[in-house]
């Protein structure tokens, strides 16, 4: 059997670091930390476990750092996590038989949960490579990605990921990608990560024209960053109430992105706030709100397509039943709802409450 080691680069990461270890440990046969200068319980905790224990200097280079903890193991394969990771689901015998298959490098299953305007809390799924035989190393100052010519397979290891939910990474990030930007002012994924950050930090109007440019650049195939960038630049564009340039880009991408839920689910939101923003105008748009979280349900939950958990399922089906209520139509909103507290969905149970 191949030997894997789990490594991990943190600083003050005793809030989640107990969390992850005690969860992943039995994935691996050891454990490797990188400490880049905690000042907080994260080193006593790493002790706990067990793990061999190194320390890095931070330079504003996350795979610098991650490179040099890989440095570290003396095992054939790695599975590199960060401390806000926590297993679901998945076993050693996974790794294992991946492993000795070769051939590939490993991706995770992640869902990120992030908290919206409204106050929920939803969850995105990604799929992300971490886990790599020895000699493979990462490129990228931030938003690292592994080097390598092996072909990635996904993994059935299911992760969630709480870190978006703790605020600060963000103004982190942005400042490592404006740099890296400068110095390739012509990546259109770095362009995809900065517009993607200033979107995540609710900063729309400076995020419009990073994302402008993303999308002047960007290839038309072969990117998996392609589809979540332009989907982001929908919701984007409906902030900054670009309504004309939203309905055009919506019309460009239909035939590329007919397939994945999000994109609906982002045209059904985008012509239903066009619409209350100029009922005149826009009332042409009405009968696609329907059409739109109808298709979301025929191509339901795709986790490959690396969207938000419930744009297939549950927010889909609550979305048409406001549709229906606010158009009189009860039953068929009462059938929805239900649809989505079946799901468990709790704002469906509310409404269903009320009507």
Avoid at 298 to 320: D, M, Q, R, T
Wanted: net charge negative; aromatic share 12%; hydrophobic share 35%.
């Amino acid at each position: 059997m191949k030997t894997i080691g789990l490594v991990m680069i943190v600083k003050n990461e005793e809030r989640s670091l107990r969390k992850c270890l005690s969860r992943a440990k039995k994935l691996v046969d050891e454990i490797y930390i990188t400490d880049t200068g905690s000042t907080d319980d994260t080193m006593k905790i790493a002790e706990e476990f067990g793990a061999h224990i190194s320390h890095f200097q931070w330079k504003n280079d996350f795979a610098a750092a991650r490179n040099y903890a890989l440095k570290q193991s003396a095992c054939q394969w790695n599975l590199v996590l960060d401390a806000d990771e926590y297993l679901v689901s998945g076993k050693k015998k996974d790794l294992q038989r991946f492993a000795e298959r070769g051939g590939s490098a490993g991706a995770i299953r992640r869902y990120d949960s992030y908290r919206e305007e409204s106050g929920e809390v939803s969850k995105s799924c990604t799929y992300t490579t971490r886990f790599i035989p020895c000699g493979t190393f990462y490129a990228g100052r931030v938003h690292e990605q592994v080097v390598s010519g092996l072909p990635i397979a996904p993994l059935p290891l299911v992760f969630e990921h709480d870190g978006y939910l703790q605020g600060g990474k963000g103004e982190r990030n942005l400042e490592i990608l404006l740099e890296e930007l400068l110095q390739h002012p012509e990546d259109a994924y770095i362009l995809y990560q900065v517009s993607r950050t200033l979107w995540l930090m609710k900063e729309y109007e400076r995020a419009d024209a990073y994302f402008a440019k993303f999308y002047e650049l960007v290839p038309e195939n072969g990117t998996g960053y392609r589809t979540g960038g332009i989907i982001s630049y929908i919701y984007n564009l409906l902030e900054v109430k670009k309504y004309e340039e939203g309905f055009q880009l919506i019309e460009r991408e239909k035939e590329t992105l007919g397939e994945y839920a999000d994109y609906h689910f982002a045209c059904g939101t985008f012509y239903t706030k066009a619409i209350f923003s100029d009922v005149k105008k826009y009332i042409g748009y009405l009968p696609e709100i329907e059409k739109c979280y109808r298709r979301c349900l025929e191509i339901g939950e795709v986790p490959e397509h690396e969207g938000v958990k419930g744009n297939g399922s549950f927010k889909a089906a609550y979305n048409l039943g406001v549709w229906f209520e606010v158009n009189g139509r009860r039953e068929e909103a009462v059938r929805y709802y239900r649809m989505a507290k079946a799901d468990g969905y709790e704002p469906a149970g509310e409404r269903l409450k009320s009507l």
